[in-house]
């Protein structure tokens, strides 16, 4: 057993050696030397230990054999070994000297979160900044999906290792095997992917800027190149065109397919979808209103880009800013922080509770509350037609609960270090475990969170990791059963 | 036709006979304000007080004397909405009695502090330690019937209970679904009540042996064991008392946040559980965890000796835990740390069973169980294990039931928060959560500045409206209050 995880972790590695050429060959264009040095020595860090584990555990790679307790080892092993060895560049090119804060970007990056400890992004190498931007797209589907679509002979178990991974409680199969699967739903992330920098090139974006905003927009991660963010473009075009992806990207992915095979009609009667549609149109319309009722806006056309830009950006999880929603009226804020508990769909690259488990939560208070009326009522919660199982039910309560749980409680570790104040420690570990990026007040869109100490940093990166990694893939580290299985 | 008419008739004799009781006892609870306010001369509370007392047991002794009081078994539909509406209408009359009794106050702010009363809430816009001596007296006693339920006091004193009371009740009764009982409900309805008056008493005697003045120790007896904040000395800021008050204040806040159907059980010996496995040894092991880490943090930050503030940490947390929300230190010097603490404890609130808010240890102790069940299940999936509680079983739905319930509990603070932060233009979220949270916990203290007492003067009326329904949604645990808003819960039977 250990032979098949050493050798999983000896693939990781050679896969990460392996992206991490792509930001070197980028900083060999740009003539950025020392940082074509760091990823060459943060590539070789990687790389060799991979190789040496390959050569000398020469196990099968099948993940058949491993029980379910190791998917889950390798699944939050390997994210927290992404984030340490992406932090690599960052030090070594001296971009972000401290290793605690690389760690935390590398983290924000990977998980999708957007947080940021830079105050500015605009003197910074442009292989550093791509580097920034792709580990924000390997997050954004999964590292893990990623390595099963690349090897398709990973197992039968395959899918419950990326299972461990996949934002939402279900994974639908598209193809018969799970690795065709993981292949389409990357084919449908490079697809949309290449059609945003073509849309973005449009609008007259640089090829360098229209590629590493792409490769955050579909990822929902809402790193940018510059400091000023997407108000750097003063481009309502590029606005929009942002807004569209983002939307998209908080779509369930298997929705693209279904709507290739059997048309938009059967994608746009997905209960989700519509939910998702339908919150994002309210929550549009509700700011409009409160900015040019209270926010100080007097043209209807700007409101409405805004809103429908921030309303996108949070909803999805992204992150990104055209304006500094922190100065807003307290009504829109209070709909932004609602949003990022809700965040969008499942199987999307979003973050935050997801859309599903809101509407079966609220279809359960609807229940329930005919249950205390009705005591002998027998009635199913459905979802899509279909009966939704009281363990399904369990299940995504107890998500729910965990997340309430988790935000608490990290909320008061972070209040510990005595930084901050309680709204601003409040939205930082929510933006965390939602992984969408700015808080309010002194973590909002225009600032970073450089003053945190390095205990909170690490608390905030473990705190990413954990919404990605849906908070059970990754707590079960911190339970009994999970290092004494034999313990029931 | 015949069968629907009968029905019909049934359902509406059984809510009169209820709604009479409750309007009897509301009458005659408003008789002591009516003398204290004839005494003392103060004729303004004087003359809405009286006219509503007798008109209460007046309408009540009609109601009784001219309808047929046997309506049998009702469905819970009915039991719901007598709650409801018998709340919202003694809500509405209470209001009445401030709005004519106090000077300059409207209709909102009056039903904001009727609603204050009756949920216990330990907040107000009116200033309750400066209105009218009868009317704080008035004030302390809906606490006092607030925190035991109308409909409770009322419906023990019923002469049939064959309507099913327990379901009647079970709407008003906080976490009812962890009563614990020896005998028939009725019996322990009747015996939580003798507990909850018998301390009262307990508690004035004390006051009184501590130096506190008889009429203020009656107001203090019946505010402080329903947990509802003391509004009548400084509006619930009470630093200013005696060392010996302070203590009685905080036991007898602490007994009424304990699960009062577990210590009649404890009383009459015939409790079931053991002790250390109670919810009520959880929320004692609670508040020791937490008056322990509130005053380590406080004696290493300024550099004070443990043990004087481990004694003002004990105070301070038992004023939150139990959702009462007066403050009794000088917690506004606190680190931030140990206020977000002990605003967290105002989430977790009391036991159930008991006249605090908040979630409940049980529900809480349930939820935190499911999470490692649930982590348990990702690697053993086909595992089969169970939950326990109070040395119980856990059914499947009372897991669901206390995971949604806190879930919900959670949902309607967000959504509180966010239908308060319409109102707000100067102020920033703070606020909107603020208040949300001082309304649905029932605690009435704010969450930022824990020490400062909260005022709603800056809110519309509709804000008034959407904290009074968030107080109300604490204190009768949410569902009714959703039920209002239901069409399931309006409809006839055939059209649903």
């Known amino acids: ?488 | 036709m015949k069968i629907k008419k009968k029905r019909r008739s049934a359902n509406r004799r059984f809510f009169l006979n209820i709604f009479a009781l409750v309007l009897i006892v509301y009458g005659i609870a408003a008789l002591p304000p009516v003398g204290v306010a004839a005494f003392l001369g103060e004729t303004a509370p004087l003359l809405p007080l009286g006219i509503i007392s007798a008109t209460c047991i007046a309408a009540g002794f009609m109601i009784r004397h001219f309808t047929d009081m046997h309506s049998g078994e009702v469905r819970h539909r009915i039991n719901f909405a007598t709650t409801i509406i018998t709340w919202l209408f003694i809500l509405f009359i209470s209001s009445v009695v401030y709005y004519f009794g106090c000077e300059g106050a409207t209709l909102a702010d009056s039903l904001f502090e009727a609603t204050a009363s009756l949920t216990t809430t330990g907040t107000g816009d009116l200033g309750i330690s400066s209105v009218p001596v009868s009317l704080q007296l008035w004030h302390s006693i809906l606490n006092w019937l607030g925190g035991a339920g109308l409909i409770l006091i009322a419906a023990c004193y019923l002469q049939s209970w064959s309507f099913s009371g327990h379901s009647l009740i079970s709407a008003e009764l906080p976490g009812n679904e962890y009563l614990q009982s020896s005998s028939s409900y009725r019996i322990t309805y009747r015996n939580i009540l003798k507990l909850y008056a018998a301390l009262t008493m307990i508690q004035f005697v004390l006051l009184i042996i501590a130096g506190m003045p008889a009429l203020t120790s009656v107001m203090t007896s019946l505010s402080n064991i329903s947990t509802a904040g003391l509004q009548h000395i400084n509006n619930g800021v009470i630093t200013q008392l005696s060392m010996p008050v302070k203590v009685i204040i905080t036991l007898f806040a602490f007994a009424g946040s304990l699960n009062l159907s577990f210590i009649v059980l404890l009383i009459i010996r015939k409790a079931r559980s053991p002790i250390l496995r109670s919810e009520s040894f959880n929320y004692v092991l609670r508040l020791l965890i937490v008056s322990l880490f509130i005053a380590a943090m406080i004696a290493v930050s300024s550099r004070r000796d443990f043990f004087p503030v481990l004694g003002d940490s004990v105070m301070q947390t038992v004023s939150f835990l139990s959702t009462s929300g007066y403050i009794i230190t000088d917690c506004v010097e606190w680190p931030l740390i140990c206020k977000i603490t002990i605003v967290f404890c105002g989430f977790i609130g009391a036991c159930a069973v008991s006249t605090g808010g908040g979630i409940k240890t049980a529900r809480v102790d349930i939820a935190a169980r499911t999470v490692s069940f649930g982590l348990f299940l990702n690697i053993h999936p086909r595992a089969v294990r169970t939950i326990r509680s109070d040395n119980k079983f856990v059914r499947q739905d009372q897991i669901l039931s206390a995971n949604l319930y806190m879930a919900l509990f959670m949902a309607v603070f967000i959504v509180g928060a966010f239908l308060l932060s319409f109102d707000i233009k100067e102020a920033s979220i703070f606020d909107a959560l603020n208040y949300s949270h001082a309304m649905i916990t029932n605690t009435g203290t704010s969450i930022c500045e824990v020490g400062v007492q909260s005022s709603a003067a800056q809110f519309s009326a509709l804000s008034k409206i959407i904290m009074s329904l968030e107080m109300l949604c604490g204190r009768l645990e949410i569902y009714p209050v959703i039920m209002l808003f239901s069409r399931s819960f309006w409809r006839s039977e055939k059209r649903r």
């Not at chain 1, 746009?268 to 149109?281: G, Q």
């Not at chain 1, 208070?365 to 369990?394: F, Q, S, W």
Request: aromatic letters at 14%; a positive charge; proline letters at 3%.
């Open chain 1, 1 to 488: 057993m250990k032979k098949i995880i050493l050798g999983f972790f000896g693939y990781f590695l050679i896969l990460l050696a392996g992206c991490m050429t792509i930001p070197l060959l980028l900083a060999l264009v740009y003539g950025e030397g020392h940082c074509a040095r760091a990823f060459v020595v943060s590539i070789l860090i990687a790389l060799v230990p991979g190789i040496l584990i390959r050569l000398t555990t020469h196990a099968s790679l099948s993940a058949s054999k491993l029980k379910l307790r190791y998917s889950y080892f390798i699944v939050t092993a390997s994210w927290i070994i992404a984030s340490i060895l992406g932090a690599l560049p960052y030090v070594i090119s001296g971009s972000i000297p401290d290793f605690i804060d690389a760690v935390f970007e590398t983290a924000s990056g990977f998980t999708t979160t957007g947080s940021t400890i830079l105050p500015d992004m605009d003197s910074l190498p442009k292989s550093i900044l791509f580097w920034r931007s792709l580990t924000q797209w390997l997050g954004g589907m999964g590292i893990i999906v990623l390595f099963v679509a690349l090897l398709p002979d990973f197992g039968i178990k395959s899918r419950n290792i990326a299972g461990a991974e996949t934002p939402g409680p279900t994974i639908t199969k598209i193809s018969s095997r799970f690795s065709g699967t993981a292949r389409m739903l990357y084919m449908a992330y490079v697809v949309l992917t290449v059609a945003e920098v073509v849309f973005l090139l449009f609008g007259g974006m640089s090829l360098y800027d229209a590629v590493n905003h792409a490769l955050t927009t579909m990822a929902t991660g809402g790193y940018s190149t510059h400091t000023a963010g997407i108000a750097y473009f003063d481009s309502t075009y590029i606005t929009w065109v942002f807004t569209v992806f983002m939307f998209l990207a908080g779509t369930n992915f298997n929705l693209f397919f279904v709507a290739f095979q059997s048309g938009p009609r059967k994608a746009f009667s997905d209960e989700e979808f519509r939910f998702y549609a339908v919150s994002v149109l309210i929550a549009i319309v509700l700011i409009v209103i409160n900015l040019m009722t209270q926010g100080g806006y007097d043209s209807f056309g700007q409101a409405l880009t805004d809103s429908a830009f921030q309303v996108v950006t949070v909803i999805t999880t992204t992150g990104y800013a055209t304006v500094d929603f922190s100065l807003w009226p307290a009504f829109s804020q209070m709909l932004l922080i609602l949003l990022m508990f809700t965040g969008a769909s499942s199987s999307s690259t979003a973050g935050g509770i997801k859309e599903i488990r809101v509407l079966v939560f609220i279809r359960m208070i609807k229940y329930e509350a005919k249950r205390i009326l009705h005591t002998n009522i027998v009635e199913d919660i459905r979802y899509n037609g279909k009966k939704m199982l009281p363990e399904t039910l369990t299940f995504i309560l107890t998500f729910i609960t965990t997340y309430i749980i988790t935000l608490i409680a990290a909320t008061f570790l972070l209040s510990l270090t005595g930084a901050g104040n309680l709204v601003t420690n409040f939205t930082a570990v929510l933006t965390c475990i939602s992984n969408v990026g700015p808080g309010l007040d002194l973590v909002g869109p225009v600032c970073n969170f450089s003053f945190y100490s390095g205990f909170a940093k690490i608390l905030l990166s473990l705190v990413m990791i954990a919404g990605r990694l849906e908070l059970s893939t990754f707590m079960l580290f911190f339970t009994s059963y999970f290092w004494r299985p034999e313990k029931v």
